[in-house]
């Protein structure tokens, strides 16, 4: 393992590239080190009067893996990621419309639904349409040793004894999702969940550092 003070407070290089896809309202493509997610955007749609919400937006994700076949950690995977986009939309200013979010696994080595999560919210920056604020997602291990990793590796996240996910928004670094794998005492949760609060501020620079690349094209 490598030594906690540098593996705990750095996170992943991140690389990303907006307007990926020509024929969408707005993607992107990040790498979270190896681990590389796609997403796309289109909407505000009509949609089925059936599906229609006469108060906000209706958000449809779709997650695609690199196999192609669904599984039930996939449908998981998607409600993580509607919830968590869907209050930071502002689907009120867009009743009876739909917004679809499509996201494609590329590569996975670890923390793949962090990388999904903030790459949803690059392609959603990238679309236009408006959010209350943008959403960070950071993830925790604990090893056997009783160590806290931020951003695992695979055989990090394969050999841990507990997973910690918190996504927090732009703001006031509020906690907008949280959930976990494994057992762990509540001081871990508690020291978890300060490192990730702190590790987010990377993740919002890198978000301002690339909307200013794009600013002046978009």
Same mark, same amino acid.
């Given at each position: 393992m490598e030594n906690e003070d540098e593996n705990n407070f750095k996170l992943r290089p991140m690389k990303c590239e907006?307007? !990926?896809?020509s024929k969408s309202d707005g993607s992107a493509i990040l790498a979270q080190g190896e681990t590389v997610v796609l997403v796309s955007v289109n909407g505000?749609? %009509?949609?089925?009067? *059936?599906?229609?919400s006469i108060e906000k937006a *209706?958000?449809?994700v779709l997650f695609? *893996? =690199?196999?192609?076949?669904?599984?039930?950690a996939d449908r998981f995977k998607e409600n993580i990621? $509607?919830? *968590?986009?869907?209050t930071a939309i502002l689907g009120?200013? !867009?009743?009876r419309t739909g917004i679809s979010l499509t996201i494609q696994e590329l590569e996975d080595?670890?923390?793949?639904?962090t990388c999904t999560i903030n790459c949803a919210c690059l392609a959603l920056l990238n679309s236009g349409i408006a959010m209350r604020h943008m959403v960070a997602a950071v993830c925790c291990a604990v090893s056997e040793e009783g160590n806290l990793v931020l951003e695992p590796s695979y055989t990090q996240v394969q050999s841990a004894t507990a997973l910690l996910y918190f996504v927090f928004d732009s703001r006031e670094r509020n906690l907008v999702t949280g959930f976990t794998e494994g057992s762990f005492s509540e001081n871990t949760y508690e020291e978890a969940l300060a490192r990730c609060r702190l590790a987010s501020d990377v993740v919002f620079d890198f978000y $301002? %550092?690339?909307? =200013?690349? !794009?600013s002046d094209v978009i």
């Amino acid at each position: 393992m490598e030594n906690e003070d540098e593996n705990n407070f750095k996170l992943r290089p991140m690389k990303c590239e907006l307007n !990926y896809l020509s024929k969408s309202d707005g993607s992107a493509i990040l790498a979270q080190g190896e681990t590389v997610v796609l997403v796309s955007v289109n909407g505000p749609l %009509d949609i089925k009067s *059936t599906s229609q919400s006469i108060e906000k937006a *209706t958000l449809e994700v779709l997650f695609c *893996t =690199k196999g192609g076949k669904p599984s039930v950690a996939d449908r998981f995977k998607e409600n993580i990621i $509607r919830q *968590t986009c869907e209050t930071a939309i502002l689907g009120c200013l !867009y009743p009876r419309t739909g917004i679809s979010l499509t996201i494609q696994e590329l590569e996975d080595f670890g923390g793949l639904l962090t990388c999904t999560i903030n790459c949803a919210c690059l392609a959603l920056l990238n679309s236009g349409i408006a959010m209350r604020h943008m959403v960070a997602a950071v993830c925790c291990a604990v090893s056997e040793e009783g160590n806290l990793v931020l951003e695992p590796s695979y055989t990090q996240v394969q050999s841990a004894t507990a997973l910690l996910y918190f996504v927090f928004d732009s703001r006031e670094r509020n906690l907008v999702t949280g959930f976990t794998e494994g057992s762990f005492s509540e001081n871990t949760y508690e020291e978890a969940l300060a490192r990730c609060r702190l590790a987010s501020d990377v993740v919002f620079d890198f978000y $301002r %550092d690339i909307v =200013k690349q !794009y600013s002046d094209v978009i």
